[in-house]
DNA sequence: TTATGTGAACTGCTTCACAGCA
DNA sequence: TGCTGTGAAGCAGTTCACATAA
């Protein structure tokens, strides 16, 4: 190619290499603990249950980590993956809904390291607010309009507050809310993660856009509807067993519920 | 085309197929509590935040479904998904570790439709053994062993009580897990759900195998190693928070650590 | 007309195989 | 000699575009 040879670090990280990111840096956490100095691409892919290739393509995404004949060193390599995923920095985290899931979200390794810093627990029951998890008291889902940034110009319309109802379906999606006004996203608004049951997710999910939040993790089995430029990924805790139980099927697995199928609704 | 016109049916289903269904069928049991008879794949792909085509595709994969001109019929179609996926039969599900996340799994619905049936809850804690979650009591890890279904000869080496040492891999399998000698895979061994801590999860995984499952889905963030012929699918609740840091760092978010803010550490 | 079912093109991801370098 | 870095091939998944059928 002409001139042109851009730099590595700028390139697009694929999807499935990003979520690989996470696996090595742990292994080589791992690793470190151990006393380890230098790991091979074949090492950390027994480790990680992948290629030997595909973690030296991904490594190579980022620029040239590697010495040829050696391997990496992996307190180099862990700290370029860990800037690479933003462990680096500073990620506020709320997180909404403190049944069993939020309880546990809340104590997980993975919601406290990594830069991830939990600023705000809220629940809508009265058996919840105001008990502490961890280090933090769980406050009514009220007060989440107030983590409003300093980027939320005052005038914003006060969040539509339906509180915790079953939300039905919105047939008209809440008109886009925050428009793409004026206030580029430079404080840090916090990452929201759901984690209610499924009716309340949509509505929560409105709650902290119009709070400011431009990334929303969604543990509630349900496609959220959120304005352009809100990030969203979603943990479906029982598509993965769904997924189980369809390959288990074709293997012949499973026992065949007394042989009469469920009429399946309008029977 | 030579005779061999294979039924689509038996078709191989690829992985990312088999991962949207759970999706589809939730929509269209949603469709369905609504009232719908019929719905296009433009409207389920609404529903489910994917493209039409794809809907598409993904049904041909399994039969013509679909009416032209008028779209699927609901009921038939989430009675095919069901079927596909194997929510008709049913699914023994044994749960390790019942801390907050082990708690939110026994009461979510997804581990108690689509044909799973919870049979067993298990810790070490004597804090939570003996307790009772839903309608089940909390046992002993001992107690697992207790699962080896009929078809394991009770000659069976009794679990290679390997606590929780690194666990090398293998290199004689456990003498292949009901091999075709007289006893199909009729009795069905429980599904393995663990959700202990990483340092725990290898060990489960152990004592799940060598009760006679063959299917484990694996919550802590560890990479396991089983014999061959062992189904096992990784759900990694940070990975994805992890994702989400990786894209909002690139996108310019997240606060630099040093300076300002509390430090982030051991505050 | 309307919406499915599907070949074909396309994009993305993985794996191979080997040149390049310590 | 050993292991990285990477073109190129291969495979998987997505999307297009249209023939097909109600």
Known sequence: MPGERRSPR???????????????????????RAG???????????????????VRKDFSLFGSFGTRGTGYDAAFLAAQIEHALGADRDWPVVIVGMGNL???????????????????LYDVSPSVVGTSVGERTVQHLDELAAL????????????????AQPAAPPSTPPS?????SAAPPASP??????????SAAQSVADLLV????????????????VPPGVLVRNVDLSIELQAMSFF???????????DLRTGAGTS
């Open 210 to 225: 119009a709070a400011g939040t431009d990334a929303i993790l969604n543990f509630a089995p349900t496609v959220l509807v």
């Open 36 to 54: 380890t100095t230098t790991v091979s691409s074949e090492e950390l892919a027994d480790r990680a249950g992948v290629n030997a290739a595909k």
């Open 102 to 120: 939020g309880h546990a979200l809340a104590n997980s390794d993975g919601f406290r390291s990594h830069g991830f810093r939990v600023v705000g």
């Open 176 to 180: 886009a809310p925050s428009a793409p």
């Open 248 to 258: 288990l099927a074709r293997r012949g697995g499973g026992s065949s519920r007394h």
């Open 10 to 32: 700028s390139r697009r990280i694929p999807e499935a290499t990003v979520v690989r990111l996470p696996v090595y840096q742990r292994i080589l956490a791992e690793l470190l």
């Open 148 to 163: 409003h940034t300093a980027a939320t110009p005052p005038a914003a319309p006060p969040a539509t507050p339906r509180s």
């Open 189 to 198: 608004a916090p990452i929201g993660v759901i984690a209610t049951p499924a």
